[in-house]
T-cell receptor, first 113, second 114 residues
Framework: QKEVEQNSGPLSVPEGAIASLNCTYS??????FFWYRQYSGKSPELIMS????GDKEDGRFTAQLNKASQYVSLLIRDSQPSDSATYLC?????????????FGSGTRLSIRP | EAQVTQNPRYLITVTGKKLTVTCSQN?????MSWYRQDPGLGLRQIYY???????DKGDVPEGYKVSRKEKRNFPLILESPSPNQTSLYFC?????????????FGPGTRLTVT
């Protein structure tokens, strides 16, 4: 089993709809979870970070964390064509910041007009 | 402007010719890391550093070396590059501490080894 798993997609969502991206992880002691967006040929940029169970909202983005189910998700409301990108889930493996960070292979999101 | 810089951005080299990719950050971050990105495999961590003179292996350290003599710089060294090290490389930095914080990425270095 991969340590961080994402559906590779592509996930196609109509403009204005909600895009839902999912990520599961294998290490029960992971403490820090991140969503990055990466446009083709560019470097990853942070969308959201989440450290405790529940929802965290920032504008059109909501991150959801369920440590019991080892599951983290990203919701994008009112999807725009500019949201078309690959979304990477990242999880720290271990107890503290002195530990590895594992990225999922990414989900390609396409917003269709 | 807060940023992570990498040089060179593009590099074509031959098997066995030692090379160094530089990485520098101006945010006074304690944590720095190197990743490689390959199609279908996502970002894989090569090495990371918690602070000056403190480095540790990531998931794919074979064939790479790093050093952290200054807080702002974290060069990646390929002593004897091979074609399977052809990849897109990213350097990243973040605050250190008890919690793992979000990382800021450099623009990437596309390396081709022939």
């Amino acid at each position: 089993q991969k340590e961080v798993e994402q559906n590779s997609g592509p996930l196609s969502v109509p403009e204005g709809a909600i895009a839902s991206l999912n990520c599961t992880y294998s290490d029960r002691v992971s403490q820090s979870f991140f969503w990055y967006r990466q446009y083709s040929g560019k470097s990853p940029e942070l969308i959201m970070s989440i450290y405790s169970n529940g929802d965290k909202e920032d504008g059109r983005f909501t991150a959801q964390l369920n440590k019991a189910s080892q599951y983290v998700s990203l919701l994008i409301r009112d999807s725009q064509p500019s949201d078309s990108a690959t979304y990477l889930c990242a999880v720290n493996i271990g107890y503290s910041s002195a530990s590895k960070i594992i990225f999922g292979s990414g989900t390609r999101l396409s917003i269709r007009p | 402007e807060a940023q992570v810089t990498q040089n060179p951005r593009y590099l074509i080299t031959v098997t066995g010719k030692k090379l160094t990719v530089t990485c520098s950050q101006n945010m006074n971050h304690e944590y720095m890391s190197w990743y490689r990105q390959d199609p279908g495999l996502g970002l894989r961590q090569i090495y990371y550093s918690m602070n000056v003179e403190v480095t540790d292996k990531g998931d794919v350290p074979e064939g790479y070396k790093v050093s952290r003599k200054e807080k702002r710089n974290f060069p990646l060294i390929l002593e004897s590059p091979s074609p399977n090290q052809t990849s897109l490389y990213f350097c990243a930095s973040s605050r250190g501490g008890q919690v793992t914080y979000e990382q800021y990425f450099g623009p990437g270095t596309r390396l081709t080894v022939t």
